[in-house]
């Protein structure tokens, strides 16, 4: 690990980043939709959530995704700084303390073509220093990225759902289980929603996300 912080360069702790950065990451406060973790006014449902439930059970979310956490996503996807996952994958840890644990924890598969140009993947990497304290073992090929599509964050969030649409297989029979995926972010939810249709397709009792950061709703 770098002994200087990530952010400010400052001395840092273990999780990359000095105590003043580190106090200062965008928690996901407030109320928030128990099934997607976008802000609500009385947490309750979202209306997005009432429209067209998901197939995913409920996501847990530490952090928004907004400065700097969308500087350290870059730093470890684009920039391939490895030490960024841990610093991600640390205020994901502290909120998972209260989650119940899962029978199989599934790091968000990418597709082997960005696997190539990347290295790794880095929910994989994030779920490994994330799940490291519980004691969980990770089940990175439980699924497959079969289309890689165009990238989510180039599209307009309407276009999204069709871009994953058939995106991910799962070969393995997951009947009763429940299982987490880990990711570093969610925005509209529709590749982990893609992802839920196809494991509990192959029997998964319940799908729950485990995601870094969210991005604050459209205005
Ligand atoms: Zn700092
Ligand atoms: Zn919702």
Known sequence: MPRACLLCGASAKDCGLCPGCRAALPESTGPRCPVCASPTPTASLCGRCIKRPPKYDYVVSALDYIAPVDFLVADLKYSHNLAAARTLAAPLALRLEQELYPDIVLPMPIASSRLRERGFNQAAEIARHACAEFGLRLSPDLAQRISAGVSQTSLPWADRARNVRGAFRCQADLAGQTVAVVDDVITTG??????????????????????????????
């Open 190 to 219: 529709a590749t982990l929603n893609e992802l839920a249709t196809v494991l509990k397709r192959a029997g998964a009792d319940k799908v729950v996300g485990w995601i870094v950061a969210r991005t604050p709703p459209q205005r």
